[in-house]
């Protein structure tokens, strides 16, 4: 350690990052592309319609459900909102789960291309694909390291307001020194908010001898702290489910009035005499991760206890949840929440690539390290983002009616990413950065081009049906390519510009 409290943190800030720096990206950018993953998920399925203005839905659910949902222990209906056009309903008895996507017209049934969409960035960034293998527990450790980087970072940063109005673009080193310390005053709130919520979602499970010790384990304390509804006896008389929702939607208007307030029913055991109905909000209306809920009886509406109150400690944690998913912000605040994944994303990376710079400045001679963080720099700054424009891309090429579809837009992506991985092994550095950048670019101009092959209808439908969430997705992409053959073109400028300074130092000397 050093000598001062200063150094100390300065020694603290810098490799704290380093040490896992390059999950902390990879975390912090899929996770920022879950803010759009109702959006996401609409493009990646194009067969699904605009149904929102539908009316009757809730009955057309019913009637399909009493068809294909016989003896069935759960049924949910799925209702579309202005963020996810998808209208569906489930029917599962014991782990057998099926599946209807509904069109507007009356007997309409939609079958959209199997994908793993938007949601994949959302599981991806708090399991890494290691669910089994302790993906969350990684995740964890991950936020508590950059809590770390956080608060050591504003002691190492004393000259805020100056860092905030300062951007020498004249030297590439000067220029990432800058944006960093820019970048880490701008989202200070936002890293600490985003780390400390994302450890709360999982306190339990971060600290398992405490629920062990108060409650025999992680499960029974989370029951005991909210608790649920009584256990439907499977055995009670028969009693058909009721087919005419207007009963209960008149309730539902009383105690939530305005348009479109229900995002899912839920029928459990509804055949069953003590079956019941669970009415879930819509989420944008609460910080909290869990809406309001009513309860009615399955067979005649009638309304039911309601689920007991759950502890202090849950409706904390429901908040924080709620905070790191922003499900409650509306458009403006989503998009200022995703700029700030994407300036903390930034930050992460030039931090990476400045303690490389700084040690290489200093030595005449690189090592094994040097060589291992110079290539992992490159496979995760710029392999994470082509490997996503590659799942993207796998998601429009791979054969609509594919098995297993879903798995091999993920396998496309991981092997895409393992790709750039060894490209930056094979290549030398600086043209492994630009060819990268290059590529990516081109992916995402790829794109809009590959869904006007495949269907010229696609753009002019969303511009007549108001599908804002293609267009800006499209729009989002051509805006990303140009972000990336930007970078491609200045950083081949300025390693041209090094190159040339370096030559004539050496016919001087």
């Known amino acids: 350690m050093k000598p001062d409290f200063r150094k100390s943190m300065i020694w603290l800030h810098t490799y704290s990052g380093l040490l896992i720096g390059w999950l902390l990206f990879t975390i912090f950018l899929t996770g920022t592309l879950s803010y759009f993953n109702p959006e996401i998920t609409q493009w990646m399925k194009p067969e699904l319609v605009h149904v929102s203005s539908t009316s009757n839905m809730v009955n057309r659910s019913l009637s399909e459900l009493h068809k294909h949902g016989v003896d069935a222990d759960l049924w949910r209906i799925y209702l579309p909102d202005d963020r996810d056009q998808h209208w569906y309903i489930q029917w599962s008895e014991g782990r057998k789960r099926q599946s209807l996507s509904l069109g507007p017209q009356v007997g309409q049934v939609i079958e959209p291309r199997e994908s793993a969409g938007g949601n994949f960035f959302r599981v991806f960034h708090y399991t890494l694909q290691l669910r089994g293998y302790g993906g969350r527990y990684i995740a964890g450790i991950a936020a508590m390291f950059m809590l770390v980087a956080v608060f050591s970072g504003i002691f190492t940063h004393r000259r805020f307001f100056r860092d905030l109005f300062t951007l020498r673009l004249s030297k590439l080193s000067k220029t990432l020194t800058d944006f ?133 400690a849950t409706q904390v944690r429901r908040v924080f949840f709620g905070l790191h998913e922003g499900l409650f912000a509306d458009i403006a605040l989503r998009w200022l929440l995703f700029l700030l994944g994407l300036l903390s994303s930034a930050l992460i990376a030039t931090g990476l690539i400045i303690w490389l710079n700084k040690r290489l400045e200093k030595i005449k001679n690189r090592h094994i390290g040097h060589f291992i963080v110079e290539r992992l720099n490159i496979a995760a700054i710029s392999g994470l983002p082509l490997a996503i424009v590659a799942f993207f891309i796998g998601n429009r090429l791979l054969p609509t009616l594919l098995e297993d579809r879903a798995t091999a837009e993920v396998q496309v992506f991981l092997w895409t990413w393992l790709a750039c991985l060894l490209h930056s092994l094979l290549r030398p550095a600086k043209k492994a950065w630009v060819e990268q950048l290059l590529v990516a670019a081109l992916g995402c101009y790829l794109l809009p081009l590959i869904d006007l092959y495949q269907d010229p209808l696609r753009l002019k439908n969303a511009i007549f049906n108001g599908d804002f969430s293609y267009i800006a997705f499209i729009f989002s992409i051509f805006i990303t390519g140009l972000v990336f053959m930007k970078m491609s073109f200045w950083l081949k400028a300025k390693y041209a510009a090094n190159h040339s300074t370096s030559s004539k130092v050496n016919t001087l000397c």
């Open 180 to 312: 960093h310390a820019l970048a880490g005053v701008v989202t200070i709130p936002f890293c600490i908010m985003i780390c400390t919520s994302g450890i709360m979602i999982y306190v339990i499970m971060y600290m398992p001898f405490s629920a062990e010790h108060y409650a025999g384990g992680e499960r029974e304390l989370s029951r005991v702290l909210s608790p649920g509804l009584v256990k439907i006896d499977k055995n009670t008389p028969r009693q058909t489910p009721l087919q005419d929702f207007s009963v209960v939607q008149r309730q539902i208007d009383k105690q939530w009035p305005g348009q479109k307030q229900t995002r899912r029913i839920t029928f459990e055991q509804p055949f069953s005499q003590d079956g019941r109905i669970i009415v879930d909000r819509v989420k944008d209306l609460t910080l909290s991760r869990q809406s309001e809920r009513l309860v009615f009886s399955s067979h005649n509406g009638e309304p039911l206890a309601g689920y007991p109150q759950p502890s202090t």
